[in-house]
């Protein structure tokens, strides 16, 4: 069964400062990794994907994830954190062969300072 | 593109009353939706997948008398909270996936309140 582990419960950062959210996980097979962000109140929007090729993958809103096979890692990083960005992240792993469900982490609370 | 409408976006009613959350996906077709609780600061737990045409499959421990969910067409599924009662409120969530693939796009989720 796949499943994803996100270490951090809750990261404060101040403004400006680098970002580096992490996430473990564990699947069979080659995986499908994703990477969310959530507000309060409101839905889950996918900041990148990855299903194969460029380990290194771009996403919205000046994030990148790179996926590490040897560590079943999936770490999301933006070089400079704003206000804005404070929210709450979710990795996730996708079943791509059958019905196409995702595993969710149970997430990392971002925090930033000013 | 891949946009997902969820509505109502806030809901509160009364206990032993029934509750339609409806979703959609507005500019593209889904075979698949997917319909999710979650309750504050905790993460997203899968109630059933919804597929167009068939009957949903829900997971373990999921009451499908008591969450009514319809596929009638490729834009749209509902799921219908069956007498209520507080134990119910929670923060609901759809997504659906454009084409077989990954990855999903969610809905803005419903909050219901039952009092």
């Known amino acids: 069964a796949q499943s994803v582990t996100q270490p951090d419960i809750h990261i404060t950062v101040s403004e400006g400062a680098s970002l580096e959210l992490r996430c473990n996980y564990s699947?069979?097979?080659?995986?499908?990794l994703f990477w969310y962000v959530q507000s309060p109140g409101q839905g889950l929007q996918l900041l990148l994907k990855y299903f194969s090729g460029d380990t290194l993958v771009q996403g919205i809103k000046g994030f990148e994830a790179e996926f590490k096979r040897s560590q079943s890692s999936f770490n999301l990083r933006k070089p400079s954190v704003h206000w804005s960005d404070a929210a709450e992240y979710f990795c996730?792993?996708?079943?791509?062969?059958?019905?196409?469900?995702?595993?969710f982490g149970d997430g990392t609370t971002l925090t930033v300072k000013p | 593109g891949a946009v997902v409408s969820q509505h109502p976006s806030w809901v509160i009613c009364k206990s032993g009353t029934s509750v339609k959350i409806e979703c959609r996906s507005l500019?593209?077709?889904?075979?698949?939706m997917f319909w999710y609780r979650q309750f504050p600061k905790q993460s997203l737990m899968l109630m059933a997948t919804s597929n167009e045409g068939s009957k949903a499959t829900y997971e373990q421990g999921v009451e499908k008398d008591k969450f009514l969910i319809n596929h009638a067409s490729l834009t749209l599924s509902t799921l219908t909270v069956t007498s209520a009662h507080p134990e119910d409120s929670s923060f609901y969530i759809c997504?659906?996936?454009?084409?077989?693939?990954?990855?999903?796009?969610f809905g803005d989720g419903t909050r219901l309140s039952i009092l």
């Open positions: 500019d593209f077709q889904a075979t698949t």
């Open positions: 699947y069979g097979a080659t995986p499908y």
């Open positions: 997504s659906a996936r454009d084409g077989v693939r990954p990855p999903q796009h």
């Open positions: 996730a792993v996708g079943d791509g062969t059958n019905a196409g469900k995702s595993t």
